[in-house]
């Protein structure tokens, strides 16, 4: 493959980034784009569904809601009402290994994000209240039945965790967790999730886009300088270590009201910090990227079985990660045969050309410098890299590691992780 | 709460209030370079230079809403076809073609356009263009292919009337509007209209909507407008003629007077609520007022419905109103989903939110929050090169002029109280509200009855059938 950039590298394709750690353990990354008219900050908590004990799966995410019902100088509501105000967008997610909270906002208004930020960051206990716990659990239950319980298919996700991971591993439950778990949680369990886990040693602060290092590192001083660094965090709950392969094929086959049939098949894989990742997530691309896709190709345009596909890989930290396929029919269409059809090109990769991989790279690499065009992105790559690698510097050299990846490694990767040992089976049959 | 050590109990800096905003930098739109080729095709260029990234659209006058009832959907289902392969090569060599350079073609269609677009690395995005073109101006739309696409639309359109989302939209669409209105039909078509689709229609849709007068090239990103001009007149040198002439159309809605539609979907553990009527057009006067006053009611997280049913009531995870501004007069429309057990009172604060809008408009310092937010977030919305071409090619969709864009924020920011409150006066009728509501028709139906707000007729039909008549 060529350089991205054509003749020579383009100076906007390397990201600058320097790395501060304050002396609570904070550590601040600071990413300067003169050319950018606004400032990305973004926060990564190394706290997700992972860290949950048993009863109170779900509860990371209701915690996460619970950062945006005000601090000890901020109302319920107000860092939502400020930031808009401020011309500035901002969300959170939790996911099973962080939890990110994030704005950009016209960078005149950076110093108001770190004030925001650190005021829930130190902050957050005077301001809790039952009531406010009481409208975010109703809130949290309403995203879980709009987005899961109210959608065909909708379970799919927590189906397949609980036979990618055993019982015990701390990815067998959904991020979303349960109702009644929710239903369980108490002000009590939130101080203390909050005193363990939201403390600046288990914290990355990425502030990227318009703005002099000196100014951004002197004012995330002033505002999170004097936060208490926090105590060591937990062992994870449950059993991390894991067998590396599932071990045979699992199944699991549904009858549901949903419109079409649907077969996914995932396989557990390894971590993000594996040398082999790269060349899994090409092959995810191989599989499932764009219309050349294998899948695409095979499955909707040649064969005519499926009407939709999808390949995706999980990015996850802890023992294992997860790759899953999947094919929705056309009424009618068996789900055993879409089975059948998605093991082929799984066990298929075997036979990937060198053209075939240099499409997927082509597309990453595409993918990859669209998103460097938004400072929020930059911030957020900034904060994984540093939270998850101890490395911002990742940044610069992850397209390089996946323009290495060759069909060889593909092959090592298809015979390794996607044969009959190492796949869960979920089929969904409409059942009128 | 009793302490911790880790809490902090004092602090060191004055944390009672925001810290003071520092310099303000000015923000411009790109500026956009106009030229017209000599077949009629408009062309626009934003210079980006930023990142070594090329965005491409060419926009069409294609839209749905420009055909007849008989063949609704069919402007989707031929952008769909497109990737069946040119003259020139088979669908899969297309897709190895431009996916080899990078890069990913899209087709999309809206009621009054066509766009295909892709996003390349600067140094290939000549290349790139000259697949673009071939798609759109030697389209083979072989048997094979176009079979293909018609069938996965109408697995798609079975998917569409068991997810309770696209079911609220496609029935609160033709609840809203009079039999004929093309904006009632389900976004996607019907089953009929979609099995009309074949070789033969997807060709003589090419050939009478993809044409270069009242189509548009946008280029965006890290390039030359010179050399852009000169590439694409070569690029596009062959391609001639006019467009049918557009379906001409007014819009009216269905009900003059409130009316409450259940769609029963008896599994639903949670209630897909619309509440709306028809609006006006994006050409509409009331324009920049409109979109100040939308953001104070349901545009915006902080807006006045989302505090109410989500951070007050805890009804929803969400709820958003918006203003559909098409070239003819899109619908106004709110959309939430909330557990069954509080629909009708979820309505009723819907209802009493618009009415208290519709009576007294914003207050004032709410239009200043909003001003600020509108005015902000604009460069946000600008920040790639993908977004600056969309923004571009609704200029040509949309007839807009050329510093559009570029007056906004002053537009946005100029709009005074009582303008705002009297184009929500004008544009929010709460005694034409049309309320959809897909949930368990046995749990609902009385509650909202109860509410008075007026007739409440419940649709049991299974999808395809014919419409429902008035409510009972």
Redesign the interface.
């Known amino acids: 493959m060529s350089n ?4 020579g590298p ?1 100076p ?2 390397r990201v600058p980034w320097e790395l501060h750690e304050l002396p609570n353990g904070l550590r601040v990354v600071l990413s300067s784009d003169a ?4 400032v990305g900050v973004n926060l990564w908590y190394g706290v997700g569904s992972r860290n949950e004990r048993p009863g109170r799966t779900g509860f990371a995410h209701l915690f996460e809601h619970m950062m945006f019902q005000g601090s ?2 901020i109302p ?2 107000g860092h ?3 930031v ?6 901002l969300n959170a997610t939790t996911w099973f290994d962080r939890t990110n909270y994030y704005q ?9 994000a ?2 925001l930020e ?2 829930r960051m ?2 957050l ?1 005077p301001a ?1 209240t039952q009531e406010t716990l ?10 879980k ?3 899961y ?4 298919y909708g379970d799919w996700d927590e189906r397949l965790h609980a036979m990618v991971f055993p019982p015990e591993h701390p990815y067998h439950h959904a991020v979303i967790g349960s109702m009644e778990d929710l239903d369980a949680a108490t002000i009590d369990d939130v ?1 203390e999730f909050f ?1 363990t886990y939201y ?1 600046p040693s288990n914290a990355v602060l990425s502030i990227a886009g ?1 703005l002099v290092a000196e100014h951004a590192l002197d004012a995330a001083a ?2 999170f300088g ?3 660094r ?2 060591p965090i937990p062992p994870l709950p449950g059993c991390p270590e894991l067998p590396p392969r599932i071990g045979e094929t699992v199944r699991d086959e549904v009858r549901a ?4 049939p649907r077969t996914l098949i995932a396989c557990r894989i390894p971590t993000i910090h594996d040398p082999q990742f790269h060349a899994i997530e090409v092959a995810g691309a191989v599989l499932g990227t ?3 896709a294998r899948l695409y ?1 095979a499955l ?2 040649q064969r ?1 079985l499926a ?2 596909v999808v390949a995706y890989v999980y990015p996850l930290t802890t023992g294992a990660s997860m790759l899953v396929v999947w094919a ?1 029919g ?2 009618g269409t068996d789900c055993t045969e879409l089975e059948a059809a998605l093991v082929q090109q799984l066990e298929g990769l075997t036979s990937v050309t060198d ?1 075939e991989v ?2 997927a790279i ?2 990453t ?2 993918r990859f ?2 998103l ?4 929020s992105e930059r911030a957020d790559m900034l904060s994984m890299f540093t939270l998850m690698f101890d490395d911002p510097d990742r940044v610069n050299r992850e397209m390089d590691y996946i323009r290495r990846v060759t069909a060889t490694d593909l092959r090592t990767v298809a015979q390794e992780w996607l044969g009959p040992d190492n796949r869960a089976v979920l089929a969904y049959t409409p059942d009128s | 709460m009793s302490a911790h050590p880790t809490d902090v109990t004092g602090s060191l800096v004055d944390r009672s209030l925001p810290p003071a905003p520092g310099k303000v930098d000015s923000f411009g739109f790109p500026t956009v370079h106009s030229s017209v080729l000599a077949n009629g095709l408009a062309l626009r260029v934003a210079c980006l230079p930023r990142l070594p990234l090329v965005a491409v659209a060419l926009v069409l006058p294609a839209g749905e809403s420009m055909l007849g009832d008989a063949h609704a959907g069919h402007a989707i289902l031929a952008g769909d076809a497109l990737e069946g392969g040119t003259s020139a090569r088979t669908g899969s060599d297309l897709a190895d073609a431009l996916e080899g350079l990078g890069a990913a073609l899209r087709v999309s269609v809206g009621w009054d356009a066509t766009t295909v677009s892709l996003t390349s690395l600067a140094d290939r995005w000549e290349k790139a263009l000259a697949l673009l073109t071939e798609v759109v101006l030697q389209p083979a739309f072989p048997h094979d292919e176009v079979v293909r696409v018609r069938e996965q639309q109408l697995a798609r359109l079975r998917q569409r009337a068991m997810d309770p989302v696209s079911l609220a939209n496609d029935r609160s669409a033709e609840l809203l509007h009079a039999p004929g209105v093309p904006y009632g039909r389900p976004a996607r078509g019907t089953l009929a209209s979609v099995r009309r689709f074949d070789p033969t229609a997807a060709r003589t849709l090419a050939s009478a909507h993809y044409r270069p007068r009242g189509a548009g090239l946008v280029v965006a990103g890290d390039v030359d407008p010179d050399w852009v001009t000169r590439v694409s007149a070569n690029a596009l040198a062959q391609w001639e003629g006019a467009p049918a002439a557009g379906r001409h159309f007014e819009v009216h809605p269905r009900f003059h007077e409130a009316t409450v539609h259940v769609i029963d979907r008896p599994e639903s553990v949670q209630s897909e609520i619309r509440v709306g009527h028809t609006g006006v057009s994006m050409g509409h006067p009331d324009y920049h007022a409109l979109v100040v006053v939308n953001s104070v009611l349901g545009g915006a997280f902080t807006s006045r419905l989302n505090l109410s049913l989500r951070e007050r009531h805890g009804f929803t995870y969400g709820v958003r109103t918006g203003f559909a501004f098409r070239r003819r007069a899109g619908p106004f429309s709110t959309s939430t989903a909330v557990a069954t057990d509080v629909t009708a009172p979820a309505v009723r604060e819907i209802v009493a939110e618009l009415t208290q809008m519709a009576e007294a408009g914003p207050t004032e310092e709410e239009m200043e929050a909003t001003r600020d937010y509108l005015a902000g977030v604009f460069p946000l919305q600008l920040e790639t090169t993908g977004q600056v071409a969309a923004r571009v090619a609704e200029l040509i969709v949309y007839d807009l002029p050329d510093d559009h864009y570029r007056r906004y924020r002053d537009r946005v920011r100029s709009v005074s109280r009582d303008a705002a409150a009297a184009a929500a006066r004008r544009h929010i009728r709460p005694a034409q509200l049309t309320v959809v509501v897909v949930g368990a028709a046995d749990q609902v139906v009385g509650p909202l009855e109860a509410l008075g707000i007026g007739p409440v007729a419940v649709h049991r039909r299974p999808p395809g059938e014919p419409a429902p008549g008035a409510p009972r």
């Open positions: 991205a950039a054509g003749d383009h906007m394709l050319s950018a008219g606004v000890a100088n319920k509501n939502f009402e400020l808009e105000r401020a011309g500035g967008s950009s906002l016209p960078s005149h208004q950076l110093e108001l770190l004030w650190s005021d130190g902050w206990v809790l009481d409208n975010q659990r109703e809130v949290v239950k309403n995203e039945r709009q987005r319980d109210n959608q065909p101080v005193r403390v318009n002033r505002w004097e936060i208490p926090g105590g009201r949903v419109p079409l764009g219309r050349g190709r909707v345009r005519r009407k939709d929705t056309y009424p053209r240099e499409r082509a597309l690499d595409t410098v669209r460097l065009e938004q400072v």
